[in-house]
């Protein structure tokens, strides 16, 4: 949920902040980056408060073991309560982002991400002169991560983005450009969050097999750890569109819009097919990296082969749903998300496995994308008639 909102929050800004830039509008580029952080920082301060009252009764609520439980809250105190550069450093990478300096944000994600490899260890386990905190030096090693990416990301805006100038001299928090911002930004935070809902009514599902149901299970937690590997350079992609297509809808450029949109569709395709290519042929390799045992590629192998025939539709749905974002339309993404997981993927799940038959399930994932592609191309060309037609 934390980043969620964050990521969510950071959307509508690259969004505005890019057709701002198209539209050569300097003070309303500040004014947006400016808002943009006020945002973050309310963000933060949001789950702090809520880090003070919700962790126990949230823990509670999916376990009964007091040493889960217990383990969790160590845990969430420390990367809620110090969680502030989630908030303000997705938000400078991306200002980063929108000015097309992606290249940065790509050092400050690294960064992030090798402190947090680092020191897990370190910390957890007590190595050299570091002390063994388990739980507590997992949590401290994301945070430290997070707050060292947040640094090198401010010093980057600071130094080459100076197509932004960040200024809170006088600053008032804007309300016309806050909810712009959460214009596109609510329907983004819904897309980010929806997927846990969507993961907990998986499980229940899945937990209706009792004789498999741990490995049915298994089998879909390997299948996320996997299939991020296919998706990501996808959601990369995205990165990349919003802000090219925002500034150039700001400039009343028909031609790169229309040309970003085909590009874009036809890189995501490429990539989905390697990926249904590689799911297709090596299953049984792919799950033998998890040391799955011989129930577990039972289930897992039909799983996988199944769930890859519905890449090429999210090949087409994920991309329209950057531009639907990118032309101040992010509802349309929140619909089509929401009909496909909540509308389509689970009742579909549930309806299959009264036949008892597992296999069965897995087709959830190709019926609802399917109905994902048709909702994006109808909303695709609605916005395109409504937008860019006339442009």
Not at 357 to 367: K, R, S
């Amino acid at each position: 949920l934390m980043f969620s909102v964050s990521i969510g929050t950071c959307v509508g800004v690259n969004a505005l902040l890019s057709m701002r830039l198209g539209q050569k509008d300097q003070d309303a580029v500040n004014a947006t980056a400016a808002n943009g952080l006020f945002l973050g920082l309310c963000n933060y301060l949001a789950f702090f408060v809520l880090g003070l009252f919700a962790i126990e009764p949230y823990l509670a609520s999916q376990t009964s073991n007091p040493v889960i439980i217990a383990y969790g809250k160590q845990y969430l105190e420390i990367v809620m309560f110090a969680g502030f550069g989630v908030f303000i450093g997705i938000m400078f990478d991306r200002l980063l982002q929108s000015t097309g300096k992606t290249f940065y944000t790509m050092i400050t994600q690294l960064i992030g991400a090798g402190t947090n490899i680092i020191f897990d260890p370190l910390l957890i386990f007590g190595i050299g002169p570091f002390p063994k905190m388990g739980i507590a030096g997992a949590a401290i090693a994301t945070v430290a991560g997070q707050i060292l990416s947040m640094i090198f990301s401010i010093i980057f805006n600071f130094k080459v983005n100076h197509e932004v100038k960040i200024s809170f001299k006088k600053f008032k928090p804007d309300s016309t450009i806050i909810g712009q911002i959460y214009k596109v930004g609510v329907p983004s935070i819904v897309l980010q969050a929806v997927g846990s809902f969507t993961t907990y009514g998986m499980n229940l599902i899945l937990k209706s097999f009792t004789a498999v149901a741990d490995t049915a299970i298994a089998v879909y937690g390997v299948y996320f750890k996997l299939n991020s590997f296919v998706f990501m350079p996808v959601f990369g992609l995205n990165n990349g569109v919003v802000p090219i297509i925002a500034y150039n809808y700001g400039a009343r450029n028909k031609k790169r819009i229309t040309k970003t949109v085909k590009s874009v569709l036809v890189l995501a395709v490429t990539i989905m097919s390697v990926g249904i290519l590689i799911f297709e042929l090596f299953p049984a390799g792919l799950l033998s990296l998890f040391k799955a045992s011989d129930s577990m590629l039972k289930i897992g192998v039909p799983a996988l082969r199944i769930i890859a025939t519905s890449f090429v539709g999210a090949a087409i749905a994920i991309p329209l749903g950057s531009v639907f974002q990118s032309l101040g339309s992010a509802v349309y993404s929140m619909v089509v998300s929401i009909a496909r997981q909540v509308g389509v993927l689970l009742p579909v799940a549930f309806l299959f496995s009264l036949s008892r038959n597992i296999d069965l399930v897995w087709l959830c994932f190709p019926v609802a994308e399917l109905v994902s592609v048709a909702l994006s191309v109808y909303f695709y060309i609605r916005i395109y008639n409504k937008k860019i037609r006339n442009i």
